[in-house]
């Protein structure tokens, strides 16, 4: 019988990659990437407290940023930025978790989905 084992990918403290990197697991970042990354299924994807991102994070899942991160972040789900985190970009999210100590140099843009059915105002 065959288990299915899920995948996990860890960018480990003290490694460096550079260019586009795309993932379909749940991922942590310790190390340093200089590009973009794109979070790829509903996984969760963390940036550690000795990750550090130069590049651009678009994901499906929740992102957890406790390290730095320069460039704009674009999540579908919720961010949360922990008390160690550094954040330069734009902040696009429909749900944001800051707690306090964090340093956030950026604009933040709550998005949210319209409802499905549109509203017609009653004509006076």
């Given amino acids: 019988m065959l288990t299915e084992i ?11 990659s550079q260019g586009p ?3 379909c697991s749940q991922c942590i970042i310790l190390g340093i990437i200089e590009g973009d990354i794109y979070q790829q299924s509903q996984e969760s994807l ?3 407290k000795t990750g550090w991102v130069r590049g651009n994070i678009s ?3 929740p992102i957890l940023v406790s390290g730095r991160v320069e460039g704009n972040l674009f999540c579908l789900d919720k961010i949360t930025v922990s008390q160690t985190a550094h954040i330069t970009g734009v902040v ?10 964090a340093i956030i140099d950026s604009d933040i843009l ?15």
């Fill in 46 to 48: 963390a940036i550690g």
């Fill in 59 to 61: 994901s499906q899942g």
């Fill in 110 to 124: 709550m998005h949210w989905a319209p409802p499905k059915k549109s509203i017609n105002p009653i004509a006076a």
């Fill in 6 to 16: 899920p995948s996990f990918t860890v960018i480990a403290e003290g490694s460096r």
């Fill in 21 to 23: 990197i795309s993932f």
């Fill in 92 to 101: 696009i999210c429909p749900k944001l978790e800051i707690k306090p100590g």
